[in-house]
């Protein structure tokens, strides 16, 4: 296990160090088209069980799970607006979307610690330009109210990264009325303490 400050050094940095000085083989955990075509299958799996949607709600860090969950997308429903969504405190993807630029961002202060990635990869960054149809950002008190709901009310133990394309949907931060809607959600790697701590917002 490596620990490390998020205020001054990067997962990137390190896992760089990391295959250097001990050979390994790196393989990024987004910007790779087996990593891309491996997570596009939650939503494959989401269209052959629900059918086709109006929107698609996938959160984003680096963008594998949404380069891949768009592809599927458009394979699988055509005519499905997929919405990638972010921190708005690390909204590196949403502005290089926009403006058709790379732009990064450094371990952006969010909760979502899932999404601190710096930047949209080589392969993903294209891939979410041509298949994505807009990418936008939630608050971190959007996150926490999420996870209350999916925790309290689903029975489901998610992390804040996790909830990020549902988060967009539970808050209305986008328009849905009268729309088929899918939201992927994914991980599940959150501190009971924290979360707990989180949570009393939202009870007291």
Known sequence: MVVYDTATDTREAISGRLAEEHGYTLVSPYDHPHIVAGAGTAALELFNEVGELDVLFVPCGGAGLLSGSAIAAKAMSPRCKVIGVEPAAG????????????????????????????????????????????????????????????????????EPTGVLGLAAAHNHRYPITGKRVGAVISGGNVDFGQAAEWFKTMVN
């Open 91 to 158: 909204d590196d993807a949403t502005r290089s979307f926009k403006t058709g630029t790379l732009h990064t961002v450094h371990n952006p202060a969010t909760i979502a610690d899932g999404a601190r990635t710096p930047y949209l990869g080589k392969v993903t960054f294209p891939l979410v330009r041509q298949y994505v149809d807009d990418m936008m950002t939630v608050s971190d008190e959007d996150l926490i109210r999420t996870m209350y709901f999916v925790w309290s009310r689903m029975k489901l133990v998610v």
